[in-house]
Each structure stands twice: as C-alpha cells, then as structure tokens.
C-alpha cells in the first residue's frame, strides 16, 4: 500500500499508527515494513521492519533491518491467541503456531529532515507458507500534526479497513 502524495518541511514530525495481525505464528515468520518515500529527490527510506517472534518485540525483525535513524517505536510485543480478522481470510481465528496474535495499535514517529514531497508505503510478506495469513493495519497518519488524506487501498483493502473495526471493538470488550 502507497498513501496519497504529502508535503513536509524539514523539522515536521510524521506519525502514524500500525497493528500488526498474525495468525502464523513463530512457526513460519512473516515480516511487514514501513518506508518513507522522497518523491522530490527520488529514494526511500525503510522506517521499520517487523517480524513474527514467539516472545519480544516484534520490530526489528531477527536479521532484518532495524529501525531508520531517528524512528520511534513503541513496544510491539504480540498478545498471543488467534486473531479474529476478517482481513485475515480463512486464517481468521486460526492460530498456526505460538506466536500468532496482534501487537495492538503501535505508534511510529519520525522527524522529517528534507522539506519534500513524500508518500509513505507499507508492505506483509507471507513467509514460507500459503496456509495462515498475515495482515498489516495503518491509521492515524499526520504530517506536523495535519491528516494524511486517507491511504488508498486496493479493493480488497477496504475489508481490512472493515474488519479493522470489529478489532478495535473486540479488544474493548476484554478490557471492559
């Protein structure tokens, strides 16, 4: 997935909120990503990598790239269980391994150096298998504190942004 094109000058900070959804487990690790995208002066720059561990955090991922120069992350342990996602397809209330679950909305901050025109990009890599599926949720994004306009998604995106809600409210729930 590609946000919308964004302008930034040098000192705003970007953030924006992602979760983390697997239903494989430490079993067969999946990996998902973050880049910010210099769409002035062309290049990338991977703001983090994650991966499916069984105890953790899950950012950076065992023998990935760690977090960007000046990249914050807050703590991105999985609860464990099987995740009930309908973004996640008949993996859905699955768990593969231990390991499977969701690491909750994390916040991800950066401070942008360069004033440009930039895009941000967000990607999943199912590991290994084609039996449990593994889903990556973004919300929240701002530029100095402006909305990102909305990142978006393919068509079959818009069940994640669907199922997203029904997380959100299930989590509630527990806590209540």
Do not use: K
Not at 8 to 31: H, I, K, P
Not at 62 to 69: D, E
Not at 101 to 110: I, N
């Amino acid at each position: 997935m590609t946000s919308n094109t964004f302008a930034a000058a040098a000192g705003d900070v970007l953030q924006f909120f992602f979760n983390f959804v697997t239903s494989d487990g430490a079993g067969f690790s999946d990996y998902d990503w973050a880049e910010l995208n210099n769409l002035t002066s062309p290049s990338s720059f991977l703001l983090f990598s994650a991966q499916t561990i069984l105890v953790g955090d899950t950012v950076p991922g065992f023998g990935l790239p760690g977090l960007g120069a000046g990249v914050t992350v807050g703590a991105t342990a999985i609860i464990s269980g099987a995740p009930v996602w309908s973004a996640l397809g008949d993996s859905s209330g699955r768990c593969f391994a231990l390991g499977c679950g969701y690491t909750d909305w994390v916040s991800a901050t950066y401070t942008i150096v360069t004033a440009g025109n930039y895009s941000l990009g967000f990607g999943v890599t199912n590991f290994g298998d084609q039996f449990y599926d593994t889903g990556l949720a973004v919300a929240g994004a701002n530029i100095g504190g402006a909305p990102i306009s909305p990142i978006p998604l393919p068509a079959a995106g818009w069940l994640l942004v669907a199922a997203l809600g029904s997380l959100g409210v299930m989590h509630r729930r527990r806590q209540s």
